[in-house]
């Protein structure tokens, strides 16, 4: 059986918040959204623009407090052609 690895998730409190720092950070940007009839939930998919990976963010409407990340250890890698011009923009 072979499985295909689609995509990562955050859960955000403040999605348009979130949604402006990774587009700021790291050029992602929205390539689809899911927004539940009810409006209990919107889900948005970001990607590169390059590779099929995303990055989904789920935005739960009754979530009011800040999300615990606990111990948890997780991470988003990409690659920079230059590294130092990278590093300059996220100082800033």
């Keep these: 059986m072979v499985f295909k690895f689609l995509h990562n998730n955050f ?9 402006k720092f ?7 940007k929205e390539v689809r959204r899911k927004v539940a009839g009810d409006g209990s939930f919107i889900l948005v998919y970001l990607g590169d623009g390059q590779t099929p990976h995303q990055l989904e963010l789920t935005w739960l409407r009754d979530r ?8 948890n250890e997780f991470h988003l890698a990409f690659e920079a052609e230059d590294y130092s ?8």
Excluded: C, R, T
Aim: hydrophobic fraction near 30%.
């Design 22 to 28: 990774y587009e700021d950070a790291l050029g992602l």
């Design 11 to 19: 859960n955000v409190l403040n999605l348009e918040k979130s949604l």
């Design 64 to 71: 009011k407090e800040p999300y615990n990340l606990g111990e």
């Design 85 to 92: 011009a990278a590093h300059k923009k996220h100082q800033e």
